[in-house]
């Protein structure tokens, strides 16, 4: 499963490897391309992540933070400043998209290296 010889990170350094991107093993490759897809194996140290998948996991992720950041957020400025519909209408979707762009890839990086660190087979090997 490990391709190096060095000692396998701890799962909570392999979930933030995950988290910003990088190689849950070794910390220097890429572990998404194309936005979410994980890439066959690490350009780095060859650890294969193809197999690995992370199922709706990122996605609740990314639903339960967004929604716990936006919907306050919108009715603290509702009740503080009483802005016209039309400025919730702008702002709140587009907070909303946005912070899901962001954090779906980390959210998924976080759940692969969570998976991985755990030797979790993977549902396609
Ligand atoms: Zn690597």
């Known amino acids: 499963m ?3 010889t060095t ?3 701890s799962k909570f350094v392999a979930s933030l490897r995950g988290l910003i991107g990088r190689c849950p093993n070794c910390g220097q490759g890429r572990l998404l391309r194309n936005y979410l897809k994980p890439v066959e194996a690490c350009s780095a140290c060859g650890e294969a992540y193809g197999h690995l998948r992370a199922d709706d996991a990122p996605p609740w992720m990314t639903i339960l933070i967004v929604g716990h950041v936006v919907i306050p957020a919108l009715l603290s400025v509702e009740q503080t400043y009483e802005p016209p519909t039309w400025v919730h209408m702008a702002v709140w979707p587009l907070l909303s998209l946005l912070m899901t762009l962001v954090l779906l890839p980390r959210c998924k990086g976080l759940v692969l290296g969570l998976l991985w660190s755990t030797g ?4 396609e090997r």
């Open 2 to 4: 490990i391709a190096s």
């Open 7 to 9: 000692p396998a990170p």
């Open 120 to 123: 979790a087979p993977g549902s």
